[in-house]
């Protein structure tokens, strides 16, 4: 979950067990912070649906075009008014 909040990449467990390992790897000693370290991820978090929907908590169901999902993208970034401007209109 943590790569997927900080880098956008949402892999399958099998795919990102390398990067559950890291702090481990660091802690120990067998690698440094300073190390570059490459991560090969080739396994789309979608290959493991049960597990994305339990990191994500819902899935949301739009049609097969690119207009649907930008206009997913649109309502997701769209400003939330404040409970206090709710208050206020109704």
Do not use: F, H
């Amino acid at each position: 979950r943590l790569l997927a909040q900080t880098t956008g990449i949402w892999g399958e467990p099998a795919a990102v067990a390398g990067v559950a390992a890291l702090p481990y790897l660091i802690a120990g000693g067998a690698i440094t912070r300073s190390e570059r370290i490459l991560l090969v991820i080739t396994g789309p978090g979608l290959k493991d649906i049960p597990s994305t929907l339990r990191a994500s908590g819902s899935a949301v169901e739009i049609d097969a075009s690119l207009e649907a999902v930008a206009d997913m993208i649109a309502r997701r970034d769209a400003p939330k008014p404040s409970p206090a401007a709710e208050r206020t209109t109704r």
